[in-house]
């Protein structure tokens, strides 16, 4: 099979130039580089969390300001 058609160059690449090259959102390379757990370099405690509760965390507070932080922590396991 030519690498034209691969998942790689059709989906990942594509998405990483939308998020990347069009919406200006930063992108990262994870799938062998990332560590887990404590002090990882996403802040995922597991590759099995897929959303990255540190960033999620972070801007829910600048959106929703002064809130109690049970509130948070609550959206997040909701989510």
């Given at each position: 099979?030519?690498?034209?058609y691969?998942?790689?160059?059709?989906?990942?690449?594509?998405?990483?130039?939308?998020?990347?090259?069009?919406?200006?959102?930063?992108?990262?390379?994870?799938?062998?580089?990332?560590?887990?757990?404590?002090?990882s370099?996403l802040?995922?405690g597991?590759?099995?969390?897929?959303?990255?509760?540190r960033n999620?965390?972070?801007?829910l507070?600048q959106?929703n300001p002064?809130?109690?932080?049970?509130?948070?922590?609550?959206?997040?396991?909701?989510l």
């Amino acid at each position: 099979m030519s690498w034209e058609y691969s998942e790689d160059n059709l989906v990942e690449q594509t998405a990483i130039d939308l998020f990347h090259n069009r919406l200006g959102w930063d992108t990262a390379i994870a799938y062998n580089k990332e560590t887990s757990g404590e002090g990882s370099s996403l802040g995922r405690g597991s590759k099995k969390e897929i959303i990255l509760k540190r960033n999620f965390l972070q801007k829910l507070k600048q959106f929703n300001p002064n809130l109690p932080e049970q509130v948070y922590t609550q959206s997040y396991e909701k989510l």
